[in-house]
């Protein structure tokens, strides 16, 4: 046998056994998704926390052992959790830093509905705003990766929106935009900061960028719309294809008719149309009425998503409860996995049961391309607001 060809049969055991080596170091999450044991550090490591909904003005009908409490001591007990999360052990689910402690948190994002809509009594958005700033700004003491304190991002909801620019029912005052100039100048930090006088809606759309540990955080105005589109498409030429690109937003995917701008007559907000004219779009579909679905519209994101392979995943509220779950499109297109949170205030089960009271921890692997987001159990003890945080369910997505 000649030199050359033992050097192709040594090459070719060498092969194996490097494959083999590398497939021993895979294992399986609970959900099949194939995790890599490739070395994890702090360096290839993002982890935020995932809440929205936050209603100040409303009060919640129990909450540990008092009745109907204020929305801001509701949200203060939340940040109190937050406070304690550094130290607390994953779980062993086999997810991202399974089994490993928390030391720090790189931001919390907020998707929105911060005041809720000042109808029937409910405070305005701007006693709503300070609120929300004394709880969520001032009162986090998390730091980040860099030992910094802990940014917190926001956008706006339907409610913060109709807060700022009028509803077809009845509001007291007729129009606030407090939360949402709060909201501009603390995402888009313009030079000179907005004010009542100077702030104008229609123009300035409460959208941002982050680039936090490999992970582009893209922060959108209520819902992709051609507006936000556009907006998008100028942000992500300075993101490379390889970079994982997450989506936070209020609404859910498969948006409402009645966010859209008002297609009929004036294009106003009344109470016979009852389009909201949240989105700077123009609804189009069907008869133009809020009963029809927003097909076109959703069409036209899911065609956005395949011509960016690099958005991962979207993050929402607004139906207020823990889901994971993915996103096809209207005409089953795409597969976009999504992030649902619970509300403190008008969570869909937690409002009932308010050990289910949750958000969501989010840990992502930038190496071996992979996040995994559980869902933590604020006040599972409500008879003890000191007891620890619970972990709920957890869901590991591939973000190759």
Not at 195 to 220: C, E, P, Q, R, W
Not at 262 to 268: K, Q, S, T, V
Not at 375 to 380: D, G, M, T, V
């Amino acid at each position: 046998m000649n030199k050359r060809l033992i050097h192709k049969i040594s090459l070719f055991f060498v092969a194996i056994c490097y494959t083999l080596t590398v497939f021993a170091g895979y294992k399986t999450n609970k959900d099949t998704t194939v995790v890599s044991s490739k070395p994890i550090t702090g360096n290839n490591i993002v982890q935020f926390v995932f809440t929205s909904d936050q209603h100040y003005g409303l009060t919640k009908t129990t909450f540990q052992g008092a009745t109907e409490v204020d929305a801001h001591i509701v949200n203060a007990a939340l940040v109190a959790k937050l406070n304690t999360l550094t130290g607390v052990t994953f779980p062993n689910d086999g997810g991202v830093k399974a089994g490993c402690a928390i030391k720090f948190i790189d931001c919390v994002v907020t998707t929105g509905d911060i005041a809720n809509r000042s109808e029937k009594g409910v405070q305005a958005a701007a006693a709503s705003w300070s609120q929300f700033y004394a709880d969520y700004i001032t009162g986090m003491a998390l730091k980040d990766s860099n030992n910094h304190k802990t940014p917190i991002y926001v956008v706006p909801g339907n409610h913060d929106v109709s807060n700022a620019i009028g509803y077809h029912k009845m509001m007291t005052p007729p129009a606030d935009p407090t939360s949402v100039i709060g909201m501009y100048n603390l995402m888009v930090s313009p030079t000179a900061p907005k004010t009542a006088a100077t702030f104008n809606y229609a123009t300035d759309k409460i959208h941002a960028s982050k680039n936090i540990g490999g992970v582009h955080f893209i922060f959108l105005n209520l819902w992709p719309d051609s507006t936000e589109r556009a907006w998008m498409e100028n942000d992500l030429l300075t993101v490379s294809a390889t970079t994982p690109v997450f989506l936070f937003a209020h609404s859910i995917p498969d948006v409402e008719a009645r966010f859209f701008t008002n297609p009929n007559g004036a294009g106003d907000i009344n109470s016979t149309d009852k389009f909201e004219n949240l989105l700077s779009e123009v609804f189009k579909d069907g008869a133009k009425t809020i009963n029809e679905k927003a097909l076109i519209e959703q069409r036209a994101f899911a065609n956005f998503v395949k011509l960016h392979p690099n958005i991962k995943a979207y993050f929402h509220g607004h139906n207020n409860y823990n889901q994971y779950y993915t996103w096809q499109g209207p005409d089953s297109t795409i597969a976009l996995p999504c992030v649902r949170v619970d509300s403190p205030m008008k969570g869909a089960v937690s409002a009932k049961d308010e050990t289910k009271l949750s958000f969501q921890v989010v840990a992502v692997d930038t190496l071996n391309k992979s996040m995994t987001v559980r869902e933590c159990l604020w006040n599972a003890t409500p008879t003890n607001p000191s007891a620890p945080i619970v972990w709920g369910s957890s869901m590991t997505f591939s973000i190759q």
